[in-house]
């Protein structure tokens, strides 16, 4: 079945759901900063918009584009922001 969850208020939306292996992430955030916390490794793939990602051993934020991947690692806080209505999906392992 499908799981939809909110964050923030609602400035970041998810619908999640098992696939082979894992579990699938599709998700919509509006503009903002947020913190996450991975429970474990992610592949985070942008698919609409501009999303920067700051991990915990870097001090600057690095821009993702569409169909550019990002490789979460398991058991850490990470902050996203984006300055327009972005689009991702999210794939755990």
């Keep these: 079945m499908f799981e939809i969850t909110e964050y923030y208020g609602g ?5 999640s759901f098992e696939v082979d292996g894992g579990q699938a992430v599709i998700g919509v955030m509006a503009p903002g900063e ?4 991975s429970s474990r490794t992610g592949y985070f793939t942008v698919t609409t918009g501009v999303i920067f990602l700051m991990l915990p051993s870097h001090l600057v934020w690095k821009p993702y584009k569409p169909y550019e ?4 690692p398991p058991d850490i806080k990470f902050k996203l922001k984006c300055t ?3 689009s991702y999906k999210l794939i755990y392992q």
């Design 34 to 37: 947020y913190e996450f916390t």
């Design 84 to 86: 327009a209505n972005t």
């Design 69 to 72: 991947t990002i490789i979460i």
């Design 11 to 15: 400035l970041v939306k998810c619908i």
